[in-house]
Each structure stands twice: as C-alpha cells, then as structure tokens.
C-alpha cells in the first residue's frame, strides 16, 4: 500500500442532533474534511449512529438488547444511505463492513477481511465500519465501536487513529483540553469523566483505554472534537484534540494481533523466575507454573499473570492447561514458545 492507513471513528452523540436523529449537516461537513484525507489515506471511517438512528422506529423504546438490535437494523440503511449521499460530491462510494468480535479473533478470518478491505481501498471505496448489532452475541460483543477502531487500526497497521467525540478532546481538572500525554495512566484515567451519552455506549475511560493499547502498538492517537471546525483535519495534523503520543513497537503484525485481536479463553500463573524469563524473551516451561486460574485448550490464546496477578503476556498455547495438569512434573514442558508471546 502506498498510502498510509487512517481509522476515522465517530461517536453517536457526534453525529445525531439531540433528538437523536442523524445530523446531516454534521455528515456533510464530515465527507467534506474525509474526501480530503482521501487523497493521502486508505481510510477507514468506523461509524457510530446506527441505533440512535432507527430507535425512534420502535415502539416505546427502552434500550433492551433486542431494541438495540432492531434499532440498529433499521438504522444502518439510514446511516449509510446519509453518508452515500454527502460523498457522492466527492465521487467516492462507500462499502458497509458489518464486523463481529470472532472475526478478529480468528485469524484466518482477519486476514480476509484485511484483503476485503485492500480491495476496496484499490477501487478508491471508503469502508464504513460498524459492530453486527443484530446478531452479534452479548458474550462476545465488542465494548464499543473505540474497540472495533482500535482493534482494526493495529491489526491492518494504521498509522494514525483519531477518535472524534462530542468533546474537544482530553480535558484537565479545570477544563482545558490536554494537547499531549506522554503515558496513559491512572492520573489521566482520574480525568475521564465517567459518564456516557445518552445515545452511545462509550466515554472518554472507553477512549483512553484503546488509546493506550494502540499507542502501546505504535499508532498515533487524537481524541478530538467532531464539532471543532475543521476538526478532522486539524486532528490529522495534531493541530486539535489530544494527542496520545506513539510508544516504539517492533514486534511483528501477527503478534500484534495477537495482543489486541484475539480473544484471550485461558489464564495462568506464573513464579517470579518465569515472569523474568518471559520479559527476556524467553518461552513459558511447565517449571514456572504456579497455578492454572481459568482452562484453555492447545491453540487458544491465554493470559499470563504473576504471583501479584498483574497480567505479564499474553501468549498462544501449544498445549492444552488439561496436558500440563496431567504433566505437572515434566518442569521442561514448553506450553508456549517465545515466538507466541507478547509483553504487556
């Protein structure tokens, strides 16, 4: 590819009027600023809007899941058909790209959404991304679409992720937007305002969360406000909103995945001695196990946490925590390679 790739996602409330209808005066402005990132960028716009768009169809709705879900069916037609309409200017056409959380846990199945989408970014289409409401499964959901945009940023290799918001960006105890963190810690979190919108599911403790796993990955991040005059832009170049500076990352696309796409099934713990080998890059011996917490079969992607239960790595197992129950004394037993470890 050889243009860089930029996720776009855009939260409810930045996009709908207070009743909760789609603002298309919002939307316009929005494809105005978008076909101009275009030209430098494959883009990926993950869109929230779809619920708060088709709940004004259902019956004294209340928000239970299967409102949510027939909301969200008949929202997206109206989301998409809005943003057609705006792009259509710029002769651009979009794609719909209904995503679930299983396909970014398997990776087979991640890497043909990757092509899907290297298909559509090669005949100049934007895909608009948006969770599957309607038959995602409650267990496996994302947490919201700041998942879904982080998730898709490190496994297809962004270099840039702006998270727009109803907010001009982070701000501090006295309301002040936050230019730049270094580190996404329990101080910053302490800023965050608890609260949601009444018509998304995120808040800014949402955003700071994926914020840090991407930067951790060595993707740029902005929070910023969608409402900011020429917010989009200005956010591209870091000239609006907060910048949640890039950590130095190296370690390859698949590992990368492996650290925020798949989906962790098993947790064990390990002893100090263990601990230490893992952080220098060394594979997981049965000798450091001090305790299977949750069961994970042989393939499946596990967490490992230390005696203090901070989790350390995660890691893909090459057997199962059955066989190193029953194999507890063979200390050489290797339940996961170096190679299929990552450091958190």
């Given at each position: 590819?050889?243009?860089?790739i930029?996720?776009?996602k855009?939260?409810?409330?930045s996009?709908?009027t ?7 005066a919002?939307?316009?402005?929005i494809t105005?600023?978008v076909?101009e990132?275009?030209?430098n960028?494959h883009?990926?716009?993950?869109s929230?809007?779809a619920?708060?768009?088709?709940k004004k169809?259902?019956?004294n709705y209340?928000g239970?899941?299967s409102?949510r879900k027939?909301?969200?069916s ?12 705006h ?13 679930e ?6 990776r087979?199945q991640f890497l043909?959404?990757?092509?899907t ?5 090669k005949?100049?289409?934007i ?11 409650l ?10 945009a ?8 962004a ?10 960006g ?11 963190i270094?580190s ?6 302490s800023l965050?305002?608890?609260n949601?919108s009444?018509?998304?599911?995120g808040?800014m403790i949402?955003?700071?969360?994926f914020?840090n796993l991407a930067?951790t ?8 406000g969608?409402?900011t005059?020429?917010g989009?832009?200005k956010?591209a170049?870091?000239?609006s909103?907060?910048i ?8 390859s696309?698949?590992?990368?995945w492996l650290a925020s ?13 263990a601990s230490e ?11 450091g196990?001090k ?7 042989n393939g ?5 946490i230390?005696?203090q ?5 995660v890691?893909q197992?090459k057997?199962s925590s ?5 194999n507890a004394?063979?200390?050489?037993l290797e339940?996961?390679n170096?190679?299929?470890i990552?450091?958190?």
């Amino acid at each position: 590819m050889t243009k860089s790739i930029l996720v776009l996602k855009l939260g409810s409330a930045s996009i709908t009027t207070s009743k909760g209808e789609i603002d298309e005066a919002i939307i316009a402005d929005i494809t105005r600023q978008v076909a101009e990132l275009a030209l430098n960028h494959h883009l990926i716009l993950v869109s929230s809007g779809a619920v708060a768009a088709g709940k004004k169809y259902i019956k004294n709705y209340k928000g239970k899941i299967s409102e949510r879900k027939a909301a969200a069916s008949i929202g997206n037609p109206l989301l998409l058909s809005t943003y057609s309409k705006h792009f259509k200017p710029y002769n651009i056409s979009i794609a719909q790209s209904l995503c679930e959380r299983q396909h970014f846990s398997h990776r087979t199945q991640f890497l043909q959404l990757k092509e899907t989408y290297e298909e559509l970014w090669k005949n100049g289409v934007i895909p608009i991304a948006n969770e599957n409401d309607v038959v995602s499964n409650l267990e496996l959901k994302f947490s919201d679409n700041d998942e879904l945009a982080t998730l898709l940023g490190v496994g297809f290799g962004a270099s840039l992720i702006l998270l727009g918001t109803s907010v001009p960006g982070v701000l501090d105890k006295d309301g002040n937007v936050i230019d730049t963190i270094e580190s996404i810690n329990n101080d910053v979190f302490s800023l965050a305002n608890k609260n949601t919108s009444e018509v998304g599911l995120g808040g800014m403790i949402s955003k700071l969360t994926f914020a840090n796993l991407a930067s951790t990955m060595g993707i740029k991040v902005v929070i910023f406000g969608v409402r900011t005059p020429d917010g989009i832009l200005k956010a591209a170049k870091g000239e609006s909103g907060t910048i949640c500076t890039p950590k130095n990352c190296s370690i390859s696309a698949r590992n990368k995945w492996l650290a925020s796409g798949s989906l962790v099934t098993g947790r064990l713990m390990v002893d100090a001695g263990a601990s230490e080998a893992i952080k220098k890059r060394k594979s997981l011996l049965a000798v450091g196990v001090k305790s299977i917490e949750v069961d994970f079969a042989n393939g499946e992607i596990f967490e490992i946490i230390d005696e203090q239960k901070n989790i350390v790595a995660v890691a893909q197992a090459k057997v199962s925590s059955n066989t190193i129950s029953k194999n507890a004394k063979q200390h050489n037993l290797e339940i996961a390679n170096a190679s299929d470890i990552v450091i958190l």
